[in-house]
Structures are given as C-alpha cells and as structure tokens.
C-alpha cells in the first residue's frame, strides 16, 4: 500500500530528503498544470513550480497533519504564480506594482472573429478559449481560474490577491463578459 | 413569473454556489419559468463547459527529474550539514538548553536553512554538476530561502513580545509555555544571526541580537512571575521598540518577496 501524503510529509519535516524528493515526484505534474492555467507560458512555469517546492520546503515545519497536502502545495504554487505575475507586470511597465489590471500576457488585444460557420473544429475551439484567456488581464485570468478550476471561493480568493470581495467578483464578472463574447459564435443556447 | 430578471452576475454567483440558499431558491425559481433568464444561464453555462474544454499543456518528459535535479543542490546541501552543523552549536552553546535534532528541526524549521546557507556559502565557487542549476542560482535560491526563514522567525518573536506585553497584570504570569518558546527562538535566531552577519546585512543582524538579548532573559526565567517580575522583560522591549522594528523588518522582507523574480 503506497504511503500517504500526510505520512510522507511528517517524514520531510524530520528531515528526509528521499520523502521530500517523493513528495516532489509525485505532484510536479499537477503543480505544472495548476501553475501554467495562471500564467499561460510553459518556461515560466516551470521556474515558478521550482520556486514552490523552494518554498514549500522552508515551509514544512507550517504544514498542519490535519490539513489536505495537495491543497497546501496548491495554495503556495498560486500565491509563487501570483507573486511572479506581480513581478512582471512591475518589469514591463512602471506604473502602480499592486494593480495587475492592465496586464495582458499578450501584447495586441484579441479581437473576437465572428463567422462561426469558419470555426467549426474542436481545435479552433480550444485555439479560440486559449487565446482568449491569454488576453485577460492577468488579475482577471488568475481569479477566474482560482474559482473555476481550483474552485477557491470567492473571499479566499480575494484573501490570497490583496483585493476586496466585491473586486474579486468584478474581476471574475470581466473576465467571463470576456469569453462571453469571444465564444460566442460558438455556443448554441 | 418575477419579474426582475436575473443579471449574468447573479447567474455566476449561482453557478460557483456563491449564492445564499435563499437566493439560489429565488433564482432558480426564477428561471425556471423565464425563457430570458434560461436562455442567458445556458449560454453561460456553455462558455463555461468550452472553457473546461481547453487542453492544459502536460508538463515536458521527465519533468520530475529535472525539477529534482534543480532542487537538490539546495536541498541536500542543507541536510548534509545540519548534524555536523547543529551538533557544534549545542556544543558550543553557553545556555542551559539543548536540543535534538530532528525534534529541534521540526519545531523551528529554520536553523537547519540557515545552517544549509553557510554551507552553501561555502561551496558557492564550486561548479555544480546538476544540469540547469548555477552556482549563481544556488545562491540565490539559498539567499530567498533563508530571507523567507529569518522573516518566519521575526513574526514568531514579535509574538511572544506582543503576548508579553499585553499580558493581564491582575495574574501571575505562567511562562513555562513562553520559556520554551524563547529557547527554541534562540537557537535559531543565533544561527540566523551568523548568516546575515556573512551576508552583509547588518540591520538584519542588529535586530536579531537585540532580539536574542530579551529572549534570553524570558528563557531562563522562572515558569511563573508575577506581573510586577516581568516589568523589567517589558521595559527592555519597549525600551528598544523591538515590537515595532520586528514589524517594519518583516514588513520590508515581504515586500522585497513580492517583488522579488525568480531568475534561474
């Protein structure tokens, strides 16, 4: 019966370098996929899930028995994307550090196509909603996506982005009204 | 029918169950007997399902490895030496307490980054052979590290000061609780305090042995005191606005963290 998490954890705490190396095997993958949903760029990703397991490791002595593991490692990898998509909205422009609002992962704003009798594969599909969520701003992208992939509601959200509830809430409003209408010639109601 | 219609914030905040129970009975009443109102909750509905849709891309192969390959540098290097490391300390240690290691470790966490930094400080001219991991990065990763250990140690300071400060004078304080507190933030803070001396940062290192003074003092303390007995404990902290210059420190040190871009 393979270890558990909890287990394997209470093993890094002492100091194990093989349980932490365990525990390093065994969520990367999902950390990636938690981490690139944010930041939408494969390298940086990959630096950021370094630095969660950086920070993870100085944070085992936090880590509560109680508490779910891969939560835990969720919650630290965001608050790494976070802080990343932070850092880089200061290096390309100069303008309030705590405001992500006007970052746009890409450089030229999407603009929605219509002519859905010319989008009819599922790859244009996903093309369609990838290209979309890489043009919210990132604060709309990383509320949105913390509350409808990893399904943080919307206070805690708020909590782990420095903003009130109702911006939260603002933010997700946006960034849905967003794909809304870029998606639109794809959806039948 | 109701005749307000339902907004598409309404219709999200139900759809994420971040409506009350009675406003998720309201709405849905709602749309149930509004063509309108269901036409926007499918079609919200649908660009949600077309979003769950989008392919993340898979991680590259072998992506564990090379994550392990990055991170052992710094993580072995700091189990490597902490025995060695930890057993001079208490060794040399001129208080009463000691500690064992790995109970010591987990309590604090800390000394044993701290003590990995030193060596990393060491070795830090020495080429690594973990591909896609500098030197440079090495110490890098360490320096954060460490930063983000010390502030943790800060925080955990300032509040054995704070309850201290604040404790109900009409009582005898029990101190057995903060005691050992204080002497596990000793330890950590003296090693703490070694780092940041060999890194240069002589306000970190100023403020941890003012800090280390008055932690001492409540260590070896008796387990109980009456209020009038830890006057003198008080008068040091808030002589020397420890409380307050723990707060500024850390708060720079998070700030510096935001801002902070990982490079390697």
């Known amino acids: 019966m393979p270890e558990s998490d909890p287990a394997i954890v209470a093993r890094a705490q002492d100091g194990d370098i093989d349980a932490f190396r365990a525990l390093v095997e065994h969520h990367s993958r999902y950390l990636f996929g938690v981490v690139y949903r944010l930041v939408r760029n494969t390298e940086d990703t990959q630096d950021i899930v370094q630095n969660t397991w950086l920070k993870v490791h100085a944070q085992l002595g936090r880590f509560e028995a109680r508490s779910e593991v891969r939560t835990w490692l969720t919650r630290i990898a965001v608050n790494c994307a976070i802080d990343y998509l932070r850092s880089s909205k200061r290096r390309e422009a100069a303008v309030d550090p705590a405001d992500l609002e006007d970052h746009a992962t890409q450089a030229t704003a999407y603009v929605p196509q219509p002519g859905a009798e010319r ?23 990383t509320a949105f996506m ?17 903003l009130k509830t109702s911006a939260t809430k603002h933010c997700i409003f946006r960034a849905v009204r967003k794909m809304r209408a870029a998606l639109a010639p794809f959806v039948e109601v | 029918m109701n005749a307000r219609h339902m907004s598409d914030e309404d219709l999200l905040l139900d759809y994420y169950g971040e409506a009350t129970p009675e406003q998720h009975a309201e709405m849905r009443a709602h749309v149930e007997t509004c063509a309108e109102c269901q036409a926007l909750d499918r079609e919200l509905r649908a660009v949600l399902a077309l979003v769950d849709s ?11 490895r090379e994550m392990w390959a990055r991170l052992e540098p710094v993580v072995s290097g700091f189990s490597r030496t902490n ?14 307490w000691s500690f064992e290691f790995p109970r010591w470790a987990l309590a604090a966490s800390v000394a044993a980054l701290a003590v990995g930094s030193f060596a990393l400080g060491r070795v830090w ?57 204080a002497a596990d933030l000793v330890a950590a803070g003296r090693l703490y305090r070694r780092s940041a001396e060999e890194m ?23 387990e109980v005191e009456s209020s009038n007995d830890l006057s003198e404990v008080r008068a040091q902290i808030t002589d020397q606005d420890l409380i307050f210059r723990l707060r500024v420190m850390t708060a720079g040190m998070q700030a510096r963290e935001r801002r902070a871009r990982p490079t390697w």
């Open chain 2, 54 to 64: 989008e392919p993340v891309p898979d991680a590259p192969p072998g992506f564990e």
């Open chain 1, 119 to 141: 989008l009819v594969l599922a790859g244009e599909i996903e093309a369609r909603v990838g290209q979309t969520m890489s043009c919210l701003t990132a604060i709309e992208r």
């Open chain 2, 200 to 222: 240069g940062d002589a306000d970190t290192r100023d403020l941890l042995e003012d800090v280390e003074r008055v932690l001492v003092e409540i260590a070896n303390g008796p």
């Open chain 2, 125 to 181: 001219d020495t080429p690594t052979t973990s591909p896609g991991v500098s030197t440079a990065d090495v110490r890098e990763l360490s320096e954060r590290m460490l930063r983000s250990e010390v502030e943790e140690h800060l925080e955990r300071s300032q509040r054995v000061f704070v309850e201290l400060v604040n404790a109900d004078d009409s009582a005898p304080v029990r101190l057995a609780s903060d005691r050992e507190r």
């Open chain 2, 83 to 96: 025995e060695v490391r930890l057993k001079a300390d208490t060794t040399a240690a001129d208080t009463a």
């Open chain 1, 146 to 162: 913390l509350r409808h992939v990893e399904g943080m509601s919307i206070s805690e959200i708020g909590s782990e982005l420095g």
